[in-house]
């Protein structure tokens, strides 16, 4: 109990993650599957977040007046600048795949794969 | 200042903004485009030529971005393994670039032809930053350029080429987000994503099962990128209707480049024996390779379209790096090394062939080989050679990375490994043979009576010196050994 | 042992290759040159090889070294006795056969004559290679190349059949020695790091027994160019091919190549001490014995004469294996012996039936009623090579075959001897009716041919009968005059057996 209570944000993103992948497998439809694309990146950035996360801790700024800087005070900066990168990328392989469906649609005009294998053979 | 210093980074930022560069060109003059990217493709092989010999002279390289202390910075690190890697990349790109001038105009409107300059620079930025970088979050970045820019190509290709880039985004996009997976699991662990800092962190933690879920979800992603059997579904179809030139820089980079990120995880990242002793992971993966190897042959043999055969045996050679690599004791992992190099060459040599099979006959058909000999008789002698190479047949460059594979198996007592790359040499015979004879000893009738001109000067060029350099390579095995090689083999082998 | 540095053994694989392209740019244009640039190197080559001899004969070794691609992999020739002997017999039967293609090729207008020429050119350069390997791997090369340049050459009619052929051959001949032989030369590596030839064997004495024998069978089944049985169906597939390939490739070259290669193995890899104290030689001798009598009992059925000249090929080849399986000097003598000895015997059968060939068109045994009525010197020739080849004297089989059953009786092995006895009786059983048809039967009426005087003398041009009667005549010489090559074959056996 403790294990599924305590860490609840790891199965929160493993829920995601498989949510995503499910969709990416399964659905016929070319969105869907970049929806579940974008679910599955999704979850790896909230994983990446929560790891950074401290109860009672602050936000990583220095302010000039405090003098003693104790780490522990902080959340870690960097995961959340790692994920801004990750973000970046994230939205560009979307940018991509999106390029890549409106060719598929102009070509096959529509957009269940079923549908355009259909069309190949 | 002296350049040599920063030709680490250099080669990184110069075709980076070239291809933004190009694109402002193209506004202007667009036929200045193509020689402003040769001339980027140029200079990389100089920066490429000049680590190497950096390398070679005086050891590591090490490059501090904007003067941050690693583990804090993003640092380049570059041994004789990526200094191997980068003069490879950039050499194969800039040669298929000249090729790709001819090739490309029946495949893309000439209008479109900047933008395809550009995704080709940012391809070849993204592989060697893979190669040069010594931070494995940097390391997921490039890979992701690299990835982006490889489907942006492969979708300008023929007509299902698209279908076939939209596959390989997801499955290119799960494998990426294994590896982030991996990254985040040690950098949990650590605090660090310094290759270098990691490596002496790690060994601390070898007893936690985090680490061996880490290395796990690093592996399975690479794994995808490289087209491990049976996560292979993408490249096929990826490869066989992207264009030619396309083909022939993606099969002769993008998957060496991917067993480099393989080799740089298990044994730099980890030591070697975490690798062999700790985890059965290098177990798993010789047997995994076997199986991709024996799968990639069997089925390169049905095969009726060349391209597609040849991304099957890909698959193949796929599987002889990843086994020589995890077969874990020296002759092994030299075979496997010396292999990225050879079947770069190779491979892509004839998939220049095939695309230049595409340019005159305007068929990928295996039968469409059939007489000529008659009308392509150069092209028709370098696809010997590289055919021969493929066989393994000394004195072709082929012949010698197998050489220390099987070596590497015997010496691991790897039976079964041994009898699948003699196998693969086999169906590799069968093939090739078989192609040999539709070349050179078709009926007269069965001819077609139309007679295909030779390839023009700038695709033919870069056949013949790819063929050519495969004996020149085959010949001069040993000094790229002595020279290169043997200083990348992990400590403890 | 003194050692000598020199470029020749570079020079005498090279000559053929610079003539193959020679050939290549003179072509069709100019077929009288293109020729002369065969019988060019033809002679250049054997004169290279025989300027070696002297030096051989003093007991010295000629080297030299090509390339070393990698510490172990190293692209080296030397000259040694045995490797000079075998040079000297295909480069001396070179120049002949190119004589004879010319002749055969001209006499039936076929297609394609300068890649004809120019890849046969090839195999003998590659298999003065083999001659001259220093190592096992060189050896290897070389190998390779033959049985990628003889290609072409069975293929030449680019007819089904032939394709069919060719395709038989290439799998026989690459598939084994892809999957045995270089699996057997990397575990030869693996085990004791070196891969020169060497008179007393590369393995130490510390070596797994099982290993051994289980490195020397993929040997003995990756040359696949013995054509020990039962991988021998390539032979008779590769009948197919010109006559003249059949001649030279097929009872010369390659074949010998094949058992060349077996008798390096069996005395400079393995050592004759290793294999005695393993008993691997009676392995060997057993196998070879078997392909001997059965290959024999095969030829027996076929009506096509070149396959049972094939056939016979098999079961010759066999003698040659048998020889050096004995493991004693007198075995190891009889079996080289028998290289120079079947090589002009058999050269001239094939000689013989590429010329019937030419004049008649005929190629079954059944159709040669009478035929040496029509063709007397060429039947002469051919009962020459038939008796050489049964092993009766005054014929060059009969030196070869003595020695192997004086091996036989050194070694104290009477089941060898019952197998030559045997063998010489099959000879005969296949061999003497051809003979007895031909000179004593009357000639069938030719149907074809009305009013065609089927007993007047009809010989194939004389650029295609002269080879044939040299070659006989030659067989006859080597029986009066065996000691050139005995001289050889001394120094051979004093090498393996140190001096004894």
Redesign the interface.
């Known amino acids: 109990m403790e294990i599924i209570i305590g860490k609840y944000n790891y199965w929160i993103y493993i829920a995601l993650m498989m949510i995503g992948f499910y969709a990416m497998i399964t659905k016929r439809n070319l969105v869907k599957k970049l929806v579940g694309m974008n679910i599955f990146q999704t979850a790896i950035i909230l994983f990446f977040i929560s790891t950074a996360y401290k109860k009672n801790a602050t936000i990583p700024i220095l302010i000039k007046s405090q003098e003693v800087i104790d780490p522990a005070q902080y959340i870690n900066p960097l995961p959340h600048v790692l994920m801004l990168t990750a973000i970046v990328v994230m939205v560009s392989t979307f940018g991509v795949a999106l390029a890549v469906i409106i060719m598929l649609y102009k070509q096959y005009k529509t957009l269940d794969e079923d549908e355009i294998i259909e069309q190949l053979e | 200042m002296n350049i040599s210093d920063h030709s680490s980074i250099l080669i990184i930022v110069i075709p980076l903004i070239a291809s933004i560069i190009n694109i402002f060109i193209s506004l202007f003059k667009r036929s200045l485009c193509y020689s402003f990217f040769l001339l980027i493709l140029g200079i990389c092989v100089i920066l490429s030529i000049d680590i190497l010999s950096n390398v070679i002279n005086s050891g590591t390289i090490r490059y501090k971005l904007g003067g941050w202390m690693p583990p804090w910075g993003i640092e380049y690190v570059v041994d004789h393994l990526n200094a191997y890697i980068i003069a490879i990349v950039s050499t194969m790109s800039l040669i298929i670039a000249v090729y790709s001038k001819e090739s490309i105009k029946q495949e893309v409107p000439e209008p479109k032809l900047p933008y395809f300059y550009s995704t080709y620079l940012l391809l070849t930025t993204g592989l060697l930053g893979i190669a040069i970088t010594g931070d494995i979050?940097n390391l997921?970045?490039f890979l992701?350029i690299a990835s982006?820019a490889g489907?942006?190509l492969i979708?300008i290709g023929e007509?299902?080429s698209?279908?076939a880039?939209?596959n390989y985004?997801?499955m290119g996009?799960?494998g990426?987000?294994f590896y982030?997976?991996g990254v985040?699991y040690i950098?949990?662990m650590t605090?660090s994503l310094n290759i270098t800092d990691l490596s002496l962190l790690l060994p601390n933690l070898y007893e936690s099962k985090v680490m061996l879920a880490a290395l796990a979800f690093l592996v399975v992603g690479v794994a995808i990128k490289i087209a491990l059997f049976p996560l292979h579904r993408w490249l096929p179809d990826s490869y066989t209707f992207a264009p030619s030139a396309v083909s022939a820089f993606a099969s002769a980079t993008m998957t060496k480049v991917g067993i480099y990120v393989l080799i740089r995880v298990s044994f730099t990242l980890f030591e070697p024996r975490f690798f062999t002793e700790i985890t059965p992971l290098s177990s798993i993966l010789v047997w995994w390779a076997i199986v991709a190897i024996f799968f990639g042959s069997i089925i390169a043999l049905a095969q009726t379209d060349f391209k597609r055969t040849l991304s099957y045996i890909l698959i193949a050679e796929v599987g002889y790096m990843v086994f020589g690599v995890s077969l874990g004791n020296k002759q092994g992992f030299i075979g496997a090394v010396l292999h990225i190099l050879n079947d770069a060459v190779m491979i892509a040599c004839l998939f220049m062939i095939a695309g230049g099979l595409m340019y005159r006959v305007g068929s990928r058909n295996l039968e469409n080989f059939l007489g000529l000999n008659k009308s392509m008789p150069i092209t028709m002698a370098a696809f010997t050679i590289a055919a021969?190479s493929m066989?393994?047949?000394?004195?072709t460059a082929g012949f010698?990375s197998k050489?220390y594979l099987?070596?590497g198996a015997?010496?691991a007592e790897q039976w079964i490994g041994?009898i699948a790359l003699?196998f693969s040499?086999?169906v590799n015979?069968?093939i090739f043979?078989k192609l040999l004879?539709k070349i050179?000893?078709a009926?007269?009738d069965n001819i077609p009576k139309h007679k295909f001109p030779e390839l023009p000067f700038s695709m033919l060029a870069p056949i013949v010196i790819l063929a050519l350099s495969i004996l020149v390579i085959?010949?001069?095995?040993?000094k790229i050994?002595?020279k290169v090689i043997q200083f990348t083999v992990p400590g403890g082998f | 042992m003194e050692t000598i540095i020199s470029t020749k053994p570079l020079l005498a694989v090279l000559v053929s290759l610079i003539a193959t392209i020679l050939i290549a740019i003179t072509g069709e244009r100019a077929r009288n040159l293109r020729e002369t640039w065969t019988i060019l190197a033809a002679v250049t080559k054997f004169g290279i090889v025989i300027s070696m001899l002297p030096d051989i004969l003093n007991g010295k070794v000629i080297e030299y070294t090509l390339l070393k691609i990698t510490p172990e992999l190293i692209l080296q020739f030397k000259v040694d006795a045995l490797g000079i002997f075998f040079a000297i017999t295909a480069s001396f039967l070179w120049i002949i056969t190119s004589f004879y293609s010319i002749g055969y090729m001209r006499g039936l207008k076929e297609h394609a004559q300068t890649r004809y020429f120019a890849y046969f050119a090839i195999a003998l350069s590659a298999t003065m290679g083999v001659a001259f390997s220093a190592n096992i791997f060189t050896a290897f090369l070389f190998y390779e190349i033959i049985t990628v340049s003889t290609f072409p050459l069975v293929a030449h009619k680019e007819t089904e059949e032939a394709k069919r052929g060719a395709r038989k051959y290439l799998t026989y001949l690459l598939g084994t020695s892809v999957a045995f032989q270089l699996t057997a030369i990397v575990i030869t590596y693996n085990i004791s790091g070196n891969l020169n030839f060497s008179y007393k064997g590369v393995f130490g004495g510390n070596v797994s027994h099982l290993i051994i024998t289980i490195t020397f069978l993929l040997y003995i089944a990756g040359i696949t160019k013995a054509a020990i049985m039962p991988l021998h169906s390539w032979l008779p597939a590769a009948m197919v091919a010109p006559t003249p390939v059949s001649a030279l490739l097929h009872a010369v070259a390659v074949v010998k190549t094949g058992v060349f290669m077996v008798i390096r193995v069996v005395l400079h890899i393995f050592g004759i001490d290793l294999l005695k104290n393993l008993d691997l030689g009676t392995i060997l001798a057993v196998i070879a014995s078997f392909t001997i009598i059965s290959a024999s009992v095969i030829a027996l059925r076929q009506d096509n004469l070149k396959l049972r000249l094939a056939y016979s090929t098999v079961s010759q080849l066999s003698y040659i294996v048998l020889g050096v399986a004995l493991l004693t000097p007198s075995g190891i003598t009889g079996s080289v012996m028998h290289i120079v000895a079947h090589a002009f015997g058999k050269i001239t059968l094939f000689f013989t039936a590429g010329a019937i060939y030419i004049a008649t068109h005929k190629t079954k045994i059944s159709e040669l009623d009478g035929i040496g009525r029509q063709m007397p010197f060429t039947m002469g020739a051919f009962t020459v090579g038939a008796l050489s080849m049964i092993g009766i004297p005054p014929f060059s089989g009969f030196i070869s075959k003595w020695y192997l059953s004086l091996g036989a009786l050194e070694a104290g092995d009477i089941f060898v001897l019952a197998v030559l006895a045997t063998s010489t009786i099959l000879n005969a059983c296949y061999f003497m009716p051809i003979v007895y048809v031909a000179f004593m039967k009357e000639p069938k009426p030719d149907p074809h041919h009305h009013g065609y005087n089927s007993t007047a003398i009809h010989e194939a041009p004389v650029f295609a009968v002269a080879p044939l009667v040299l070659t006989a005549i030659g067989t006859v010489l080597i029986f009066f005059y065996p000691s050139f090559f005995l001289e050889i074959i001394k120094i051979i056996v004093a090498n393996v057996t140190g001096g004894n």
Do not use: H
């Open positions: 979050f997921y970045v992701e982006l489907y942006a979708a007509k299902r698209v279908l880039s939209f985004i997801i996009t799960i990426a987000c982030l997976l985040g950098y949990i605090g021969l066989i393994g047949i000394p004195p010698f050489w099987i070596l015997i010496e041994a003699l040499s086999l015979a069968i043979f004879e050179y000893f009926k007269k085959g010949a001069s095995t040993g050994i002595s």
